[in-house]
């Protein structure tokens, strides 16, 4: 399954804005969330915080059928759910997903042991 990971910027004071949308993602709109997610190819999402000395940052984990589209589906599908995540997206990381592509993660290592 192809997978990518990528780092955005938690605003400053907006981790408790991240912590509270990840819980109603997971809450009273997880069935909403699940199926619009599935519907574009997505089979996993995971999130991280890590503190860094220029503030926290959000780590995000994503595996998709095609990973392209499916990122694409987020940033112009009319779907109420996609439209809620997009200004959600806005709000806590500033990051305007309608704008244009996000920035592209490269891999550089992967290691089985």
Excluded: C, N
């Excluded at 589209?69 to 500033?94: L, N, T």
Aim: net charge negative.
């Amino acid at each position: 399954m192809p997978a990518v990971g990528f780092v955005v910027p938690v605003l400053p004071g907006k981790e408790q804005a991240d912590l509270d949308w990840m819980a109603e993602m997971t809450g009273p709109r997880r069935d909403e969330y699940e199926s619009s997610w599935r519907q574009l190819g997505f089979s996993r999402h995971a999130v991280w915080h890590q503190q860094t000395p220029d503030g926290m940052v959000a780590l995000v984990y994503v595996e998709a059928d095609d990973i392209p589209r499916a990122m694409e589906g987020i940033a112009s599908s009319d779907d109420p759910f996609h439209q809620w995540f997009r200004g959600r997206v806005q709000d806590v990381h500033g990051i305007d997903l309608q704008s244009g592509p996000p920035p592209q993660s490269q891999q550089i290592h992967d290691h089985t042991f």
